[in-house]
């Protein structure tokens, strides 16, 4: 078993501070790879039944690993170089039927594109024959085929945001760049680098109350679960959880086994419940859905708090994941991660506990394979380091240039106005 650190843990650090007027900075515009040989594809997705926006879609592009995912509001905008010679972009959701629509190379914005969704009717004949412990110790043992045994450096965006009751109080987001070691190493070899990123933070002295998560885009590591099983989905740990199948899905136009799974002892920290996702030919883990669980909060307390002021009581409420893969040249490769915190914050003596909501995403916009150099030690971020602490303010509309994105929702760009407006 792996320490501790390599556990599922979010660290929230609550500090009293006092707000210091950032300064201004100029950033550079313009294409990151310097020529601004790229055009860009946006609009929103929605279901073609019922015309609901549809978040959390991947769209890429087929043939390579360009991608994003769509955001609350169902919409994204996908940047894609016209050196690739690009005829199609794709779209899939889980439920969904994979959809590919024609681009030419040229700018195509704020169009509207349909997914379809698909019929439940799957064999179930197929799903009653597997005994689900069977079935997670097959794709268990089926990692090191499925999953990629060389290094790949990942470039990947993140954003994480903080609210105090429904007003943000905490905005930061940054182009990363994520060393994986193959499948089957060890993770400590494992390294991300912060490329470039901004935050914005509340000035309000209400606001005083910091919240701050720790290690935030090393979540692509620690929380790749197939690559860091401990907890959940180690042979060693399989003992720890009951499983039971539930019905099939599609993914990717694929059919899933799902598999529930939720603890059935007690141990000196939280398990998790939740929900795999696994191919039905590969055997491969595409998606992970999964909670801790909250009935001793003390313990999972520990699991999610590293620090606050003395006199403040903390009461974690919910820490929620979803990790999912995508397939490309018959391997499987970390895709999306999304984390959710949520607990209440009061001060003794006081008659109301305060709100607070943590959510944390990740998504793979490209992937290098071949002959990989690590990203150094020095240039490492840490699971000490905060990415608030690491990243520069707010000021640039073209911040960043070429680089996919999640786009925002309107909610946070209404957030990102307001906040803006509190340091003039």
């Not at 193959?182 to 309000?204: A, P, W």
């Not at 030919?281 to 999972?300: G, H, S």
């Not at 607990?343 to 959510?359: E, G, H, M, S």
């Not at 490209?366 to 840490?382: C, L, T, W």
Request: proline share 4%; hydrophobic share 35%.
């Amino acid at each position: 078993m792996k320490t501790t650190a390599h556990y599922l843990k979010t660290y929230i650090l609550l500090l009293v501070f006092s707000m210091i007027l950032p300064a201004a900075h100029a950033q550079e515009n313009g294409d990151e790879n310097g020529n601004g040989s790229y055009f860009t594809i946006s609009g929103v997705v929605k279901n073609k039944n019922n015309n609901n926006k549809l978040e959390y879609v991947n769209v890429s592009v087929p043939g390579t690993n360009i991608g994003t995912v769509t955001n609350e509001d169902g919409e994204f905008s996908l940047k894609i170089s016209k050196a690739q010679h690009v005829s199609n972009i794709e779209f899939s959701l889980l439920g969904f039927f994979n959809s590919r629509f024609p681009v030419s190379g040229e700018n195509l914005l704020n169009s509207t594109f349909y997914l379809t969704p698909k019929s439940k009717d799957l064999p179930e004949v197929v799903v009653t024959k597997w005994d689900p412990l069977k079935l997670m110790q097959e794709a268990i043992g089926k990692i090191p085929d499925n999953y990629n045994k060389s290094p790949n450096m990942l470039t990947a965006f993140y954003r994480e945001t903080i609210k105090k009751k429904r007003s943000y109080i905490n905005i930061a987001e940054a182009v990363i760049r994520i060393y994986k070691t193959g499948y089957g190493e060890d993770i400590n070899h494992d390294r991300v680098q912060i490329l470039k990123g901004r935050k914005l933070l509340s000035t309000k002295k209400s606001d005083t109350l910091a919240v701050k998560l720790q290690g935030g885009p090393n979540m692509s590591v620690i929380a790749d679960i197939v690559k860091n099983p401990d907890i959940i989905l180690s042979k060693e740990t399989l003992g720890y959880f009951k499983y039971t199948m539930e019905d099939m899905t599609i993914i990717n136009d694929r059919p899933h086994f799902v598999v529930k799974f939720e603890p059935q002892v007690e141990l000196p920290y939280p398990l998790y419940y939740g929900k795999f996702f696994i191919d039905s030919q590969t055997k491969a883990f595409t998606r992970a859905e999964f909670n801790l669980d909250m009935k001793d909060r003390n313990k999972a307390t520990q699991m999610i708090l590293r620090k606050k002021p003395a006199g403040l009581r903390f009461n974690p409420e919910e820490l929620s994941f979803v990790v999912s893969y995508k397939q490309v040249n018959g391997l499987t490769y970390l895709s999306y991660i999304r984390n959710e915190v949520k607990f209440k914050c009061d001060w003794k003596r006081r008659l109301f506990a305060t709100n607070y909501t943590v959510i944390s995403e990740m998504v793979v916009t490209d992937m290098q394979s071949g002959s990989i150099a690590s990203i150094p030690g020095k240039e490492a971020f840490r699971e000490s380091h905060s990415l608030s602490d690491k990243v520069m303010n707010f000021y640039d509309d073209d911040f960043w240039g070429s680089y996919n994105i999640i786009e925002p929702s309107e909610s946070l760009e209404s957030a990102v106005s307001k906040l803006k407006k509190e340091y003039k």
